[in-house]
T-cell receptor
Framework: GAVVSQHPSRVICKSGTSVKIECRSL??????MFWYRQFPKQSLMLMAT?????????EQGVEKDKFLINHASLTLSTLTVTSAHPEDSSFYIC?????????????FGQGTRLTVV | KQEVTQIPAALSVPEGENLVLNCSFT??????LQWFRQDPGKGLTSLLL?????REQTSGRLNASLDKSSGRSTLYIAASQPGDSATYLC?????????????FGAGTRLAVHP
């Protein structure tokens, strides 16, 4: 199946610093990528939809100035958590679909465990 | 509001049992259903995708069905093994805000013991 690579898999940062997470589709082009957040023992919450060459679309309640998304190419999207605080500690996962018909399978990265201390 | 519900939330069984995991959704706009596996601290692995025109999909010991009229999908795991222990998530795809979005259930945490 298609591969989506996410980096880093784990990061610890100090409060007030910014952290960048990368999501790459390795063997297909993805016009659209999705960023999710997952709290312990809970399901995935869609944060935003990343669009190549244009602004991301954020879900209600997600601060766009806090979670900066850039989708500079058809294979790379980045999520930057700015001025991180302990409450931003979570598991972040990206997803991509192949560019094409509607009924395409979604593939996920390995996830990034962010811990803000 | 779009909702996807999974039952049971947790399941512990002895090795060898056949299992049924249930997923229900309230929005008829969901047009396909995807089942994923998530191991602790890891990302999601796609197991099966059932498109709206299909009723079931099979992969090895896994079989997933979809009944859009009743808003239900089931994942059947035959002859369960300890390696099947993981959280199983179902997600429906719907077109919303100009994009195909996945709406996730909370998952079923499965433990298969030897």
């Amino acid at each position: 199946g298609a591969v989506v690579s996410q980096h880093p898999s784990r990061v610890i940062c100090k409060s007030g610093t910014s952290v960048k997470i990368e999501c790459r589709s390795l063997d297909f082009q993805a016009t659209t990528m999705f960023w999710y957040r997952q709290f312990p023992k809970q399901s995935l919450m869609l944060m935003a939809t990343s669009n190549e060459g244009s602004k991301a679309t954020y879900e209600q309640g997600v601060e766009k100035d806090k979670f900066l998304i850039n989708h500079a190419s058809l294979t790379l999207s980045t999520l930057t958590v700015t001025s991180a605080h302990p409450e931003d500690s979570s598991f972040y996962i990206c997803s991509a679909r192949r560019t094409g018909p509607l009924n395409t399978e979604a593939f996920f990265g390995q996830g990034t465990r962010l811990t803000v201390v | 509001k779009q909702e996807v519900t999974q039952i049971p939330a947790a399941l512990s069984v002895p090795e060898g049992e056949n299992l049924v995991l249930n997923c229900s959704f309230t929005d008829s706009a969901i047009y396909n259903l995807q089942w994923f596996r998530q191991d602790p601290g890891k990302g999601l692995t796609s197991l099966l995708l059932i498109q709206s025109s299909q009723r079931e999909q099979t992969s090895g010991r896994l079989n997933a069905s979809l009944d859009k009229s009743s808003g239900r999908s089931t994942l059947y795991i035959a002859a369960s093994q300890p390696g099947d222990s993981a959280t199983y998530l179902c997600a429906g795809t719907m077109f919303s805000g100009g994009y195909n979005k996945l709406i996730f259930g909370a998952g079923t945490r499965l433990a298969v013991h030897p």
